[in-house]
């Protein structure tokens, strides 16, 4: 019997699918010793983690290991004073050490707070800014300790900072300490409505929010990872995403362990689509979860044969229905989409037990009463598009849907207006109770799989002098899905043309994280705007 059973209680259809589903767990639930000690407690030998990097490295850890590293971790951590509420900041990228490291941080009732090692100072120090850190924990690749170090000296304040893998100065060596330190943990009293994790969600007005969950938050997991993914007892799961984004709670620590499936990860910094394959072959990978960026890449370059995979899942963009046609040529595999945010786990899906409608998001995930509304709060027909809503089934919030905003209750006031939880997103559901995304009520471009916020590069755009006023907005790209587009107004003095364009891009740019960077500039002699003067985004051009 995998681990997850003894959380839930589950009614299936004849053909197999899910349809209904209730999780219960103690008031002092934690995931590190409800789940990764019970685990290693019971099958010390079972495979927790396959881990391999680029230059061919390779470490595969049981659950007794990842118990043992996360005991000595936490009593580090516990040592220099870091302990219940406090957060605690991860730039892990995809090292192993993140795993241990999050397991610890839940084990002592820290606040685990990933972040992007993509991040510039600046991000980081908004982020000093806007939660007090006790301490970042930090990878020593590609600069990142300096820019946090900058941010430090900006803000003026004092975390305390660890390194893994290598020394740097003033950072605490992580990985040594926990080579003296005890290697039993004597368990720290938390609760299950205690903040456990909080991740940083672009916003269309303002700056990056804080969102956060509970404890409770990964058993929510478990329809995400058996259902959705189709992790598997013994399996092998492999899911695209740096440990900085919630697509790594999704798809690399929380449910799949639930269902007895151990996850691979693959440490690499520049995508090839011809590796991923070989990966997935080479370790024998049994389900396989990637944004649509990926499946666009496999089937512009060739998709190879894999085949010992036996399922494959996606999220996050449109995809067009060629990549899902040459797919399934490819592979055999019908790509199954799925829903959700930042602010809950799997909303909607194509499941283990229905068939699967290319496009879709699927149907409601049996854990949540969704509904589409209009303006006011009414339901829609089918084939009406209106908001997509989660109505919570019994006056409580819904498991896996976020406790609050970081010191912000007005916003998570207004997120939940009606009693119902306000997601944003607009889409229609067909006949068959298939729902079909159609898009944002805000200006969030999601490109390559990432949630950029428009609101932070604008303001970067308008510090520079040839530019009186501008708008961002996301434009088709067959490989991004959005490709971030700066629409702007000139000054007098200034003329559009190439060599501005390059300028003005490479000045914005520079203060970006990678994944944000401006790809296009058009300039036009006004923008449109509202009533009351707003730039109307919407009637802004795209083509």
Not at 58 to 67: P, Y
Not at 276 to 294: E, G, K
Not at 308 to 313: E, F, G
Not at 449 to 460: A, T, V
């Amino acid at each position: 019997m995998a681990l997850y059973e003894r959380f839930v209680q589950e009614r299936f259809d004849a053909n197999g699918a899910l349809v209904d589903i209730s999780i219960s767990y103690d008031e002092n639930f934690n995931y590190g010793y409800d789940v990764v000690d019970a685990i290693a407690s019971e099958t010390p030998d079972k495979t927790a983690l396959v881990w391999c990097d680029t230059a061919g490295n390779e470490r595969i850890f049981s659950f007794s290991e990842i118990k043992g590293l996360s005991d000595r971790c936490a009593n580090v951590l516990m040592a220099h004073g870091i302990g219940r509420g406090d957060n605690v900041m991860v730039s892990l990228k995809r090292h192993y050490e993140y795993w241990f490291v999050a397991i610890a941080i839940h084990k002592i009732g820290a606040v685990l707070v990933p972040v992007t090692h993509m991040l510039t100072a600046a991000d980081f120090a908004y982020r000093f800014k806007a939660a007090p850190f006790k301490a970042v924990i930090s990878t020593t690749d590609d600069d990142v300790t300096s820019r946090i170090v900058e941010a430090m000296v900006e803000t003026e304040m004092h975390p305390l900072l660890f390194s893994v893998q290598r020394s740097v100065d003033g950072f605490f060596r992580l990985d040594e300490e926990m080579e003296t330190a005890a290697s039993s943990l004597s368990p720290v009293a938390t609760r299950v409505s205690d903040p456990m994790l909080m991740y940083f969600t672009s916003g269309t007005t303002g700056y990056p929010k804080g969102v956060i969950h509970d404890h409770s938050y990964p058993l929510a997991h478990i329809v995400t990872a058996r259902y959705w993914q189709q992790a598997e007892e013994g399996g092998l799961h492999f899911t695209v995403s740096e440990t900085g984004w919630a697509k790594a709670s999704w798809g690399k620590l929380y449910g799949q362990w639930l269902v007895g499936s151990a996850v691979m990860v693959y440490d690499f910094d520049n995508f090839d689509p011809k590796q991923l394959a070989n990966i997935i072959n080479r370790y024998d990978v049994t389900s396989f979860c990637a944004p649509p960026t990926v499946y666009r890449y496999l089937v512009k370059k060739g998709t190879p044969p894999m085949p010992n995979l036996k399922h494959a899942s996606t999220a996050g963009e449109y995809l067009s229905p060629e990549v899902f046609k040459h797919f399934f040529e490819k592979t055999g595999l019908r790509l199954h989409e799925g829903y959700g945010q930042t602010e809950t786990t799997l909303l909607t899906a194509n499941y283990r037990g229905m068939a699967v409608v290319d496009g879709s998001m699927g149907k409601p995930s049996p854990l949540y009463d969704i509904a589409l509304v209009d303006a006011d709060g009414n339901p829609v027909p089918d084939g009406e598009i209106g908001e997509v809503v989660v109505k919570p089934k019994d006056g409580r919030r819904p498991l896996g849907v976020f406790c609050a905003y970081l010191d912000n209750p007005r916003m998570y006031e207004q997120a939940w207006r009606g009693g119902v939880y306000h997601t944003g997103d607009s889409a229609y559901r067909d006949k068959d109770g298939y729902f079909w995304f159609h898009g944002r009520f805000d200006d969030i471009i999601k490109s390559g799989g990432f949630r950029i916020g428009p609101f932070e590069i604008e303001n970067i755009l308008n510090k520079h002098p040839a530019v009186m006023e501008c708008c961002v907005i996301g434009v088709p790209d067959p490989l991004r899905g959005q490709a971030v587009r700066a629409v702007i107004v000139l000054d007098k003095g200034f003329e559009a043309g190439p060599s501005l364009d390059k300028e003005i891009r490479e000045f914005c740019n520079c203060q970006l994280a990678e994944y944000k960077w401006v790809r296009q500039i058009c300039f036009v002699d006004a923008l449109p705007k509202t009533i009351s003067g707003k730039i109307h985004k919407v009637r802004v051009i795209v083509g």
